[in-house]
């Protein structure tokens, strides 16, 4: 992969976050693209993405207002990580830009397959993909779909991209707003547990400080066992000791409907998950 070229247009959040895991992972520096609006941004977007990134080639629409054009000349894959109502119009700009191996891949939450192929054209390679936050560590979930004229050659190229910020699922697209539900907003779920658990904490006569160190603390190691050993039920067994405290906070969890108000707060994702995209794919 070190020969092609991987163009970023726009560097926000996600799509700097893949910027810097790629180059992070040994990827040349010389082979990554970057578009940004200012030209202060141009200069400064080197030294945000890491000390690897000495030798991207940044293009600034101020400056140019075909910026986005020439950085995706040549290039074998694109990462479009723009705003969801605006990444139809920048992709149908690019459309005469691209090669036709060129594969396109979406980072931008709701923005259809069909609705990207139709902006792309009909045989340009399309993938859409869900990541989340953790892909700033590089631990994140980062589902994908692919379009019907994507190859393996290309599914393994973006494979290789964004896997390195994190593991990489490919999924149907009509689990795409399940996906959100889970893995897309789930690192909010485990934040606000961790609130609770301060709070609670708190509660117990523990001062806020230490109450939310713990907390932070216990969530984030919970989680590395967790990447170790990816079977939560047997890992919370393996604590839950009969008649013991932990059993009974979890026999309290459950008897306060954990379970069914999970469900319930998943099912709102996706069905807000679902509305979005409607709105976006018209």
Excluded: W
Aim: proline letters at 3%.
């Amino acid at each position: 992969m070190s020969e092609k070229i991987v163009t970023f247009i726009g560097t926000g959040s996600m799509n700097g976050a893949i910027a810097s895991g790629l180059l992070a992972s040994g990827f040349h520096a010389q082979n990554v693209r970057a578009t940004v609006h200012s030209a202060k941004s141009a200069q400064e977007l080197p030294e945000k993405l890491g000390e690897e990134a000495e030798g991207v080639e940044v293009f600034s629409s101020e400056v140019s207002a075909d910026a986005n054009q020439k950085a995706v000349q040549g290039a074998a894959a694109v990462l479009l990580g723009v705003k969801p109502y605006d990444i139809l119009d920048v992709l149908e700009s690019l459309k005469d830009a691209l090669d036709e191996e060129t594969v396109v891949i979406s980072v931008a939450a709701g923005v259809s397959l069909d609705s990207l192929q139709k902006a792309a054209g009909k045989k340009q390679p399309v993938i859409r993909c869900m990541p989340n936050t953790p892909a700033r560590v590089g631990k994140g979930a980062l589902a994908y779909s692919a379009g019907s004229t994507v190859t393996a050659e290309q599914r393994k190229l973006a494979e290789e991209i964004l896997g390195a910020v994190g593991m990489v699922f490919q999924v149907e697209e009509e689990q795409m707003d399940a996906v959100t539900a889970l893995s897309g907003s789930g690192p909010a779920y485990a934040f606000l547990l961790a609130e609770c658990m301060k709070k609670a904490g708190m509660e117990l006569g523990i001062d806020e400080e230490l109450a939310k160190n713990l907390a932070s603390t216990t969530v984030a190691g919970a989680g590395a066992l967790l990447e170790k050993d990816p079977n939560p039920e047997d890992l919370r067994k393996a604590v839950t000791s009969p008649g013991g405290t932990t059993e009974q906070a979890i026999k309290a969890f459950q008897e306060g409907g954990i379970e069914e108000l999970t469900l319930r707060a998943m099912t709102a994702n996706a069905q807000k998950s679902a509305e979005m995209s409607q709105e976006y794919n018209k």
